[in-house]
Structures are given as C-alpha cells and as structure tokens.
C-alpha cells in the first residue's frame, strides 16, 4: 500500500470525504474550522468555502449541489455560488448537540448521526432523512454516532458508537429504511484505538478508521472481524477513510 499526502491543508478535524465524479473533485470538511475543502486531484487545485456554522457530513445531490449535515441540521449548499440554505432542524431540543458522521444510501436517504458537543451526556442520536425530506429519528441514546455507511442493496447498515468502542450491524428493510436486527461486528475496548468513519469497497467489505489507534482495519462483514489491517500509518487521529476514482480507486 503505497501512502502519499493527497492535500496538505493543516486541518483541525478533517472529516466527511465526498467524490464527485461529475467533478472531479474531492470534497471534504474541516469540523472545528467550518470549512468546506475539495482538491481536483487530475490538477492539483484546492479550494476552500467557509461554512456560517459547524459542518460534519455531506453527500451529493441528484438536482445538484450538496447536503450538509450541521450543528443547526440539513443544509443545501452551492459549490457554484458558496450558497449555504438550511432547510430543516431533527432537533431542536438539543442545542447543545453538533451533527456527527453521515452518509447517502443508493436509495437516495441520508443518514446522519448527532452527539453533545461537550461529549459529557448521551444525547446522540441517528436521524434518516428520506428523498422527500420525511426526516425520522430511527435510534438514539448514542455517545457519539459514526461510520453510518450503507451496504450497496440498503439490507444492512454498519453504525459505530465511539464512546463505547463498538462497531455495530443494523438490518434495513431496502425499501423503507426501517431497522431490524443488530449486532456486534467489533470492538476495541481493550486497546487504544476507537472506531470511527468507515468506508466500503467493491467486495462489500467495511474499512474502518480507528481514532488514536494509528490504523485502518480492512475486511469486516455482517458477522465476521477484521482480516486485515493497516497500521503504523503515521497519523495518531484517523477520521473516515474514502474511495475516490471508483471504489477500487484511491483512498482518501
């Protein structure tokens, strides 16, 4: 595994990788600077927009555009024109929670999870937001949410809950996103590591990014553990890995 620095930004907390391939362009943001980052990897350019409040998690949008997910909840956001249009607030209740790790399914939902700022109470939750915009809290209790990736059939997604150190497996009816079953796929209680943002690749198998661990382990399934790992990466804090170009492409 060949390991190059993609973009030198110096972000505080670098997190949510999004590839547009209409683009080119790999997007991602910067939690605790409110930045929005992308780098044209065929060129070299970077950009920055900077975001009016924190941002944790984006996908792309069939009209065009991006979603964001925000400490504030769902925004539109304009790559053409810097436009930031918030739209609809899970829960308002809870202001002291920030937006957390979320992903899009093939379904075209939007999953997104929320945690206390302060990470002193367990007031995450995880919040499905359907195509037409039927926002609905599907679990909660969270310390801080994570990972949220879908398989590519929507029959399963992996969710991590990073207080706890525990990787988790949730069935999903594909047609309405509804949850089943869950199980335990991991853990790292015993070690140093947390899991964090994950990432699938062609074989359907889940790369996981371990905060603090110096690693990505590669190769869990629904009922299997890890195969693989990638350690000794030289960064401590690790996010969310990506698959950029097609999921047998580059990592991010």
């Known amino acids: 595994m060949e390991i190059v620095c993609a973009a030198q930004r110096k972000n505080r907390l670098g997190e949510g990788p999004l590839w547009v391939a209409s683009e080119g362009r790999l997007y991602w943001l910067d939690i605790e600077s409110k930045l929005l980052e992308w780098l044209h990897p065929a060129s070299g350019e970077t950009g920055t927009w900077p975001l009016p409040c924190t941002v944790s998690a984006l996908a792309q949008r069939a009209k065009g555009g991006l979603?964001?997910?925000?400490?504030?909840?769902?925004a539109l956001f304009d790559p053409r024109t810097g436009e930031f249009t918030l739209m609809h607030n899970p829960e308002p209740e809870r202001s002291w929670n920030r937006s957390n790790d979320g992903h899009a399914d093939s379904m075209g939902r939007f999953w997104l999870g929320t945690m206390d700022n302060a990470q002193s109470r367990r007031s995450g939750a995880v919040y499905r937001l359907d195509p037409d915009?039927?926002?609905t809290r599907v679990l909660d209790g969270f310390g801080i949410?994570?990972?949220l990736v879908c398989t590519p059939d929507c029959s399963r997604i992996y969710i991590a809950d990073s207080s706890d150190r525990v990787l988790f497996a949730y069935d999903v009816e594909p047609k309405t996103g509804?949850?089943?079953d869950r199980r335990v796929i991991a853990q790292t209680v015993d070690t140093n590591a947390t899991p964090d943002g994950s990432a699938l690749d062609a074989?359907?198998?889940l790369w996981n990014a371990q905060w603090g661990g110096w690693r990505i382990e590669c190769g869990y399934t629904s009922m299997a553990q890890c195969k693989a790992s990638a350690s000794g990466l030289g960064w401590t804090c690790m996010t969310n890995p990506?698959?950029?170009l097609g999921r047998r492409g580059r990592k991010y």
């Open 67 to 74: 979603l964001l997910g925000s400490e504030r909840g769902f």
């Open 145 to 147: 949410p994570n990972t």
């Open 242 to 244: 990506y698959f950029g």
């Open 178 to 180: 509804a949850l089943g």
């Open 203 to 205: 074989e359907g198998c």
């Open 133 to 135: 915009w039927t926002c």
